[in-house]
């Protein structure tokens, strides 16, 4: 008994400080996980936003890649004179002129109708603010001269204008009637173009016929 007396010094002292580091331990304890899940939210922030820029950059390179390929197709894209017209006064102006081209060359509308900012398209999907895009999908009823010299006004329409499809069948009843599936994707700037000297001199077609109206776009 005695012998055990003398650990009894020992045996508090080791229980002291038992006490102690476990009351640190419970006090620090939780300060270091919230200081490592701030680490946490700090890198998946840092991650986030990392992804966004990246996002962004590819945003801008798709932008001019549909900017450069009007510009070697030597069109520009309709601009409105002014701006916040909306975009059924963006798509009545060129609307218009693609009916006019129609009538024009006598050919006949059996039906049509159109989409706004069709998702598939790259201006819509890169774009959207800066773009407006619809695509005009119309039945017509036309000989083959007037239709070929429809396409050929199409061509030389001194904006860009994208050809989606063309079906062409005769008519059972009567071989040179034909009935055609014609569908455009017009395209409008929202707002105003901007344009430096030399860009705006470069963009302005000469009376000569213009190509690459059906240019495909940039995937």
Known sequence: MDNLKRYYGVIGFCAIVAILIFGTYSLIAPKVKTMNDQKSTIEQKEGELTKKKNDLAVVQKKIKQIK??????????????ESDLGNDTLFFTLYSD?????????????????????????????GKDIYFVCDVNMELVSNYVNLGKLIQDIYQYPYYIKINELDVKPYDKDKKILLTSLSLRLYAHTAPEEESPVEGAAAQPADLPLEGAATALPQ
Request: charged fraction near 25%.
């Open 68 to 81: 450069d390929s009007i510009v070697t197709s030597q069109k520009k894209i309709y601009s409105p004179v």
């Open 98 to 126: 693609v009916i006019e081209m129609v009538h024009s060359n006598s050919v006949k509308i059996k039906a049509i109708d159109y989409v706004y900012n069709p998702e598939a398209d790259s201006f819509v999907k890169f």
